[in-house]
Nanobody
Framework: QEQLVESGGGLVQPGGSLKLACTASGFTVSTYAMTWYRQAPGKERELVARSFSIGRTTDYADSVKGRFTISRDNAKNTVYLQMNNLKLEDTAMYYC??????????WGKGTLVTVSS
């Protein structure tokens, strides 16, 4: 059964760092576009960072450019989100998504990131 499991969330002070992981089972991430989304309380889900399977192209929301880095380890079937210089407004539930480019989408259940002093 296809599944995505996020991990690595937690409580961190402003300016701190966290590294999220999204591990897939039942399919191979190497052929999927992998995306991190987040949803803060009372707000819509937004795209944070995307890694395309072709050409290793990446894309980021303007709000995280220069602070967040998406990467993938195909051997571990895992995608990561390195988050540096975290801000209060980065507080959200972070979700991992896999897109096959053919209409197949998988979602994880999310991992909570709280930035607070």
């Amino acid at each position: 059964q296809e599944q995505l499991v996020e991990s690595g969330g937690g409580l961190v002070q402003p300016g701190g760092s966290l590294k999220l992981a999204c591990t897939a089972s039942g399919f191979t991430v190497s052929t999927y576009a992998m995306t991190w989304y987040r949803q803060a309380p009372g707000k819509e889900r937004e795209l944070v960072a995307r890694s395309f399977s072709i050409g290793r192209t990446t894309d980021y929301a303007d709000s995280v450019k220069g602070r967040f880095t998406i990467s993938r380890d195909n051997a571990k079937n895992t995608v990561y989100l390195q988050m540096n210089n975290l801000k209060l407004e980065d507080t959200a539930m972070y979700y991992c998504n896999a897109d096959s480019y053919t209409g197949i989408n998988y979602w994880g259940k999310g991992t909570l990131v709280t930035v607070s002093s």
